[in-house]
């Protein structure tokens, strides 16, 4: 194309050099034609008369011709200046039209790069808000149209949602089936998400499992109510993959503009706490925002970072709860759990402070924590040279899907000079159940430095009892929730019985929580359940309290009294526990 317009160029200034020349030169050659023409007829008539002079007058005639000759070479200078002047006129040309065409290549390849420049940059920025693995437009995109979209919604008085979606335990399919049907599964639900709303809303993918749809010109909540119903029900249907059917269950926040923000930034953090309590309620839901959820939040966050100055600011100890072996009622273990008295004295409950630890992420800070705590307070134990029993430590998810879980455990017992295998672990059955193949390898480093490792508040997952096959599991924690009823309940005793079964046929011990009463125990020991912890025996207590027990303990079996095992005794070192 360049070379195209360099050739026409060129020609258009040879063509422009010639016919400047040649205009140059008839322009000139016509206006000294005319003096010429006028000057030959003088010349002739100077001719004549030099012919007659010379007749008249011999001698003059040679005179007359040296002044033609001389006229005559003046004439042919005048001609070739006409020549030079009409070359140097076309050279001229030449030069300037030659600096032209340069000029104007060199200024069209500038614009045409430019234009490429200008296209790339837009392919680009094409690019860049298109999500690569979906094709949908990306948070960059959203940014981008968001505030366009707001402003129309002010112009027209009309409701504005924004959804935030989020699929429910999508890293379980990655897990276990790999990034790659992650990615067609993720694929095929954006998709569906994309079929399931009007073709004016905007439909983004913000990054792995999380999408926003932004629904425009909404008369009224009913209607938001129901575009979320749908989303719902189309995300949930089963999808067939690779001859599999899997399926995804999305969670859904929702703000809408103007109830809950004029900003995109209020909407997407609202709509976002929105999701959030959605999934804590159970997920698979859809929740409006309200401004009660701020409030909640707001309180969650203060709480959040009062919890991670709490262990240096030593806010943080810990309790230990005994077990007793529900035949001889001797005390076979404790459980340490942790408890949190703020600078102010107020005593907040594990209930309220460990959920928030296990979402900031504290909990592995904690865990550690406790777990030096236990090491340390055994050494102590063990340096009173009372008898030992192990103590169980509450292990959360997010604890054992560190790398060198077991590692770190050997070290701390190590550094306290305990043996590991006075440690228990309890994981919940929810826990449990989430193992994947590197979680499973610490259980079993865990149980090879010698620990056991306990399910804790088994019977509350409401989940298939398969992962208790693949579990390197020494026992089974009955819920407090079936003990509780369990001799008022038929169901819930049948429940408890059924644990026990399960619990035997695999050669796990049975450890039942939240024994109150005394009917309580005796119907587990009929049922066959070996251990129990709960207020009947002991609440949880300081570690003072647990070494006046192991003291008892440590007397009674040098006394070797035999113990009645007659349940309506008090267990062994029961009053010295429960009386402060
Ligand atoms: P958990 O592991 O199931 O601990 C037993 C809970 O039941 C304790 O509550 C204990 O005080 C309570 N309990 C014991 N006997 C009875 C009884 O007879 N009746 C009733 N109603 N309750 C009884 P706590 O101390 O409030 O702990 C609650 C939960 O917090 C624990 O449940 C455990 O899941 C978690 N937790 C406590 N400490 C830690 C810790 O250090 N790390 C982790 N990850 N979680 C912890
Ligand atoms: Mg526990
Ligand atoms: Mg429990």
Known sequence: MRTKILVTTCLGAIVLTVGVFFVTHAVLAR????VQT????????????????SRVQPGTSPQLQDGLAEYRATEAARHTMILVVAVLLGGFALLTSALVAILSWSWRASESSQRQRLLQQRRMSRLARRDVLTGLPNRFHLQRVLPRLLARAERDQGRLALLCIDLDHFKNVNDSLGHGTGDRLLDFIAQRLRNSVASHDVVVRMGGDEFVVVATGLPSIAVIDSIARRIRKELSVPVELDGMSLSVVPSIGISVYPDDGTTQEQLLKHAGIALHQAKERGRSTHLFFTAEMNARLSERLSMEAALRRAIDAGELFVEYQPSFDLRTLRPVSFEALVRW??????????SRFIPIAEQSGAIVEIGEWVLKRVCEQLAAWQRLQVPLLPVSVNLSVRQFEQPGLADTVAGIAGGAGIEPRLLYFEITETGAMQTSEQNLGALHALRNLGCRILVDDFGTGYSSLS???????????????????????????AIVSAIVGIGRSLGLHLVAEGIETLEQLECLRTLGCTAGQGFFFSPPVAADTCAGLLERLHAERLDETPQSGHLGATPPGFRALASP
């Open 467 to 493: 992962y208790l096959k693949h579990l390197p599991i020494d026992a089974l924690k009955i819920d407090r929730a079936f003990v509780r009823d369990m001799a008022a309940d038929a169901n819930d005793a």
């Open 341 to 350: 008295r703020t600078a102010e004295g107020a005593l907040i409950p594990p």
């Open 38 to 53: 006028e000057n030959l007829r003088r010349n002739d008539e100077i001719a004549r008369l030099a012919l007659e002079l």
């Open 31 to 34: 206006a000294f034609d005319r």
